[in-house]
């Protein structure tokens, strides 16, 4: 079976700092990936999509960024993290044809 | 824009109940309809997909498509305590076949 695995879980992070958040599918190939971001009491906004390996794809212009290294692994990064770049982000997965997406656990993001 | 809307509740029934969750969405050239449940603090989990216009029934849940309204809802029969979360609902859209979310509606089910 297929599962999807994001971490870390929680993460505290200062203004200004870098951030890598990583994504990776196992039991599949080939799998379509996309990134969201939840900020509290709000609904999920998408990032990033990738359908391929090298394939990103951006929704939102900010000061984020999406790379797929290999087939299933989707990592977001900032150089500089921003106050308003907290949330809860999540990685999905689908073998794409209109399939349902599947969510990661999730990482809390905080920013001091 | 493409969008879905939904109302954000939040929406309270008494343990036995049918809970109904309704949702609307823009692009008429939208084909696949999703309802997720996210507990608090938790990631989405996916309850019930529909393609085609009617009703589709998985156990307690019936989700119901109308494409002609671009309507899609949500009913939960015999609502339950732990049935106490908030609902999204999301629409296929894109070529990549990105969804769209709605921002929830929160559900309360009273024992």
């Known amino acids: 079976s297929q599962t999807i695995h994001q971490w870390p879980a929680t993460l505290v992070q200062p203004v200004g700092s870098p951030l890598s958040l990583e994504c990776t599918v196992e039991g599949t190939s080939n799998p379509n990936l996309y990134w969201y971001r939840q900020a509290a009491g709000r609904g999920l906004q998408l990032l990033f999509y990738s359908v391929g390996i090298g394939q990103i794809s951006s929704e939102v212009p900010q000061n984020l960024s999406a790379s797929r290294p290999q087939d299933r692994q989707f990592i977001l990064s900032s150089k500089k993290l921003l106050l308003s770049d907290s949330g809860f982000y999540l990685c999905?997965?689908?073998?794409?044809?209109?399939?349902?997406?599947?969510f990661g656990d999730g990482t809390r993001l905080s920013i001091l | 824009q493409k969008e879905v809307e939904q109302n954000s509740g939040p929406l309270s029934v008494p343990e036995g109940a049918i809970a109904s969750l309704n949702c609307t969405y823009s692009?008429?050239?939208?084909?696949?309809f999703f309802w997720y449940r996210q507990y608090s603090g938790k990631s989405p989990e996916l309850i019930m997909f529909i393609y085609s216009n009617g009703d589709k029934e998985d156990g307690r849940f019936t989700a119901q498509l109308n494409k002609a309204s671009q309507y899609v809802s949500l009913l939960i029969r015999d609502s339950q305590p732990s049935d106490s979360a908030t609902y999204l609902c999301?629409?296929?859209?894109?070529?990549?076949?990105?969804?769209?979310f709605g921002s929830g509606t929160q559900l309360t089910v009273l024992p």
């Open positions: 999905a997965w689908t073998p794409g044809g209109g399939q349902p997406q599947h």
């Open positions: 999301a629409v296929n859209t894109g070529s990549a076949r990105q969804l769209t």
């Open positions: 692009d008429r050239g939208s084909q696949s």
